[in-house]
């Protein structure tokens, strides 16, 4: 019977088993528990996405000087071009993958020609190349490229207003929509988060692909070692 434990005891004689009944809440932390375990994705899945190969190193920079220019940098090239190519036909397009896969020879780079410059402010150092260019780094300059490519919703419906409507309504209105369709996107992310992003079983399949190509990126192999032997 559902809400019901039976238990047992057993005194060497027989058992004994005696109906516990349950807290409502109990049933439903209960059934939300065993539907997040049997609904998430198995430890194989997220070992062959990069998820959990290492453990999370607190040290590593991340909100880099180096990560902020790389990632600016990307947003505005990836979103103008994608906005311009929007009214062309055949159109071309740099997706947030691409834009991942890009910055790890441009951060490389600036790992080895950049010199190691900084300013002390309030007892921390901010420095033009604070180290190697990190995991860390690069899925945060993927996501800032996943969010500036949000622009074109905006974009097609200021564009469509012009071109059909004769609608001109100049700059502060194009910018105060576009600031809208994206603070309106980010305040139910937050609003939702505790339903869609915190339980396992939630976990959205196309962001492995992401986090696979940043374990790719990063995995740390030594020169001399390689997949390939010749025969």
């Given amino acids: 019977m559902a809400g019901v434990e039976e238990h047992q005891k057993t005194d060497g004689q027989g058992v004994d088993a005696t109906p516990v009944p349950l807290s ?47 990632g600016i940098a990307f947003c505005l090239i990836g979103s103008g071009v994608n906005t311009l190519y929007t009214f062309r036909f055949p159109s071309i397009s740099l997706s947030q993958s691409a834009i991942q896969f890009l910055a790890y020879p441009v951060g490389k780079a600036w790992e080895f020609v950049v010199p ?59 910018l105060t929509v576009t600031l809208a369709t994206i603070l ?18 939630l976990l959205w399949p196309g962001v492995l692909g992401n986090t696979a190509l940043n374990a790719a990126l990063h995995s740390g192999k030594k020169e001399d070692e390689t997949e390939y032997k010749l025969l």
């Fill in 24 to 70: 409502p809440a109990s049933s439903i932390e209960e059934a939300k528990r065993s539907s997040d375990e049997s609904s998430a994705p198995s430890q194989d899945v997220l070992y062959a996405a990069g998820v959990g190969l290492r453990p999370d190193d607190p040290s590593l920079p991340c909100l880099t000087l180096r990560m902020w220019v790389i």
């Fill in 116 to 174: 190691d410059w900084g300013l002390n402010i309030k007892g921390h150092r901010v420095s033009l190349n604070p180290g190697p260019f990190n995991y860390k780094e690069n899925i945060l300059i993927y996501i800032m490229a996943n969010l500036s490519f949000l622009t074109r919703l905006s974009a097609d419906v200021l564009t469509e207003q012009r071109v059909f409507y004769g609608l001109k309504a100049g700059w502060g209105f194009e």
């Fill in 184 to 201: 309106y996107g980010f305040a139910l992310a937050g609003l939702c988060y505790a339903l869609v992003v915190e339980p396992p079983a």
